[in-house]
């Protein structure tokens, strides 16, 4: 079944391909995709944790206590892991039944409006080129712990490295990602047990117990003093909770090059949110019992290693080679979301392209099933890294990366507004939910859930700026929202498109079938 164009519309899409069938697959996907379906569930699990589990849960976490306290972070961190789960559930459903390259921006485009697609598609795609750049700075400042090296010399070194790297065939890219996101699941478990041993006594400070939920005590005042104090501070860092939960989603990026996704695809999707999920909430206990909200270094700025609670912790508890241990650790953290950066980015890239919404040269595929000119759009904007090593750089550098700071959450809630529609369609086409591979529980009550919470934390990421106005602070939290919404309306005014009908959305293009 195809998508009509109304008659007063300019069409969005570059082609029309008929669907072709392969009797050996359990798959039907274009001819032209030539994207090989060679990941497994454990492959889409590690790219997701690589992608997720980074500098926010390593470092992001200090200045997050000092804002809050224990208890607050900890409440924001399984709060926002419910919200994150109503949104991997509504994934899941709709990603197992139509496993395609890019996921959910192609579900935005064909159920909802191509408009739509675009601009999510766009928004979120420039997010993931971005932060690769990012990546590449926080590499070379973390080395700088151990020599004073140019920064710019381990960012050439890196970009190249990784450009390579996503030029593999995706087989084996699954498996670099999966030893490089093990090393940081290792490490946050090493964490837990250490954590264990030190709160018991075993460091110089003795028994801890829970004396620092006593004083300087479980919640913490921020931008304003009492209770209005302490509520401000647990919705600052629900905000940073969201930020460190971004990548989760990713498990739906690598859809459409996964073996057998009736399978893997909702096995993915369970392991991975329960896997982040537990690490997270596990690792903010232990921090959150273990070290003061008020104490030195936790809001100290710094990138490297020294600004980790972590190592904050094992100082405190007298444990001195830990800091060079952690900060290894953290250069595997960076890297690793690197390689995903480059990887979902350019999948991206390839669905805006199967969707007409971006040239259609981008899903050309070379004899090993890479999108090589996807590959090496999103790979020059890792350059811009480079921007960080003058004064002036630094400055237009942080603008572009504010871009990326609630596309995550713009983008949760259109995951969640994809699948109340999905279910519509299901219901207007006579499909039933039995021919489902996966079925989000709860519904619709649990996606109305995560689309309330992440349209609510996206309109006030910046409420800080309103309490004491600061327009700086204004722009760098509202540029993506203010972004996304020009990329619609342009769109919408060049092209005049309009919301797809129900029972005109194509339902047949990359669906799964089973023989």
């Known amino acids: 079944m195809a998508i009509s164009d109304s008659s007063g519309e300019k069409s969005p899409r570059g082609s029309n391909e008929k669907v072709v069938g392969n009797p050996n697959s359990d798959v039907e996907v274009g001819p032209d995709t030539g994207l090989e379906r060679t990941l497994s569930s454990r492959h889409l699990q590690f790219i997701a944790v690589g992608a997720t589990i980074g500098t926010g849960l390593f470092l992001g976490t200090g200045s997050a206590l000092s804002k809050a306290g224990p208890v607050s972070l900890l409440i924001a961190f399984v709060f926002m892991g419910s919200v994150v789960y109503s949104v991997m559930t509504s994934l899941g459903e709709m990603a197992a039944f139509i496993p395609v390259a890019g996921s959910f921006t192609a579900y935005a485009t064909r159920f909802i409006d191509p408009t739509l697609g675009f601009s999510m598609g766009w928004l979120y795609w420039f997010s993931w080129s971005i932060t690769f750049a990012l990546e590449l700075t926080a590499a ?26 996503n030029y593999l065939p995706v087989r084996w890219f699954g498996e670099i990602e999966m030893w490089f996101s093990m090393i940081k699941v290792i490490t946050i478990i090493g964490f837990i047990i250490f954590s264990i041993c030190i709160n018991a006594g075993v460091g110089q400070e003795g028994y801890i117990g829970f004396k620092y939920w006593q004083h300087p005590g479980p919640f913490q005042e921020y931008v304003v003093e009492g209770a209005t104090g302490k509520f401000v501070g647990f919705w600052a860092v629900l905000v940073t ?18 073996a057998n996704p009736r399978k893997a695809i909702p096995e993915a999707i369970r392991w991975t949110f329960w896997g982040i999920f537990g690490l997270f909430v596990s690792t903010i206990f232990f921090v959150g019992i273990n070290i003061p909200a008020n104490a030195d270094g936790l809001d100290s700025g710094k990138t490297d290693a020294s600004a980790s609670p972590l190592v904050l912790i094992a100082v405190r508890a007298g444990v001195s080679v830990l800091p060079h241990i952690l900060n290894a650790v953290l250069l595997t953290a960076v890297l690793s979301a690197a390689n995903s950066n480059v990887y979902s980015s350019s999948r991206l890239l390839v669905a805006l392209a199967e969707e007409g919404l971006a040239p259609a040269f981008m899903k050309k595929t070379n004899r090993l099933g890479t999108p090589y000119w996807s590959v090496a759009c999103c790979s020059v904007l890792g350059l811009l890294s480079f921007l960080n090593l003058s004064s002036g750089g630094t400055v237009v550098f942080n603008w572009l990366l504010n871009i990326s700071a609630t596309s995550a959450f713009i983008t949760w809630a259109l995951i969640s507004v994809c699948h109340l529609r999905f279910r519509k369609i299901l219901k207007a086409q006579n499909v039933q939910l039995g021919e489902l591979p996966y079925l989000a529980p709860m519904f619709p009550y649990l996606t109305w859930y995560g689309l309330f919470f992440n349209t609510l934390i996206t309109l006030t990421s910046g409420f800080t700026a309103f309490i004491r106005w600061d327009t700086s602070d204004f722009f760098s939290a509202y540029v993506s929202l203010i972004l996304f919404v020009v990329l619609y309306v342009v769109h919408k005014l060049v092209y005049r498109t309009k919301i797809v009908p129900v029972d005109q959305v194509d ?6 079938h089973e023989y």
Not at 507 to 512: C, N, Y
């Open 507 to 512: 339902l047949s293009r990359g669906r799964v």
């Open 140 to 165: 070379g400042l973390i080395i700088q712990f151990w020599t004073p090296l140019s920064v710019g010399i381990w960012i050439a070194i890196f970009w190249t490295v990784f450009t390579a790297l």
């Open 241 to 258: 909770a969201g930020f460190s939960y971004q990548g989760t989603e990713l498990v739906g990026v690598g859809a459409g090059e996964t």
